[in-house]
């Protein structure tokens, strides 16, 4: 059977991965550490101090926030 296309937020991963090099494993990683951010906390790091478009780090931080090991 094929591979679901991803919906949400997670359909940036793959973009996200190959634009910022890291796979998104990492990236949640790193979001999770600076919990308990808030989100636009979190989104304004991921810009700052790695150079993510707006898209992709909202993207991201909803998808981690949103699953249950947060």
Do not use: C
Request: glycine share 8%.
């Amino acid at each position: 059977m094929a591979d679901q296309p991803l919906k949400g937020p997670a359909s940036y991963f793959p973009s996200i991965e190959k634009k910022y090099g890291k796979p998104i494993a990492e990236w949640q990683a790193l979001v999770r550490r600076h919990l308990p951010a808030r989100h636009m906390e979190l989104v304004a790091m991921l810009k700052a101090e790695h150079g993510m478009g707006h898209g992709h780090a909202n993207a991201l931080v909803a998808h981690v926030l949103a699953t249950p090991e947060g």
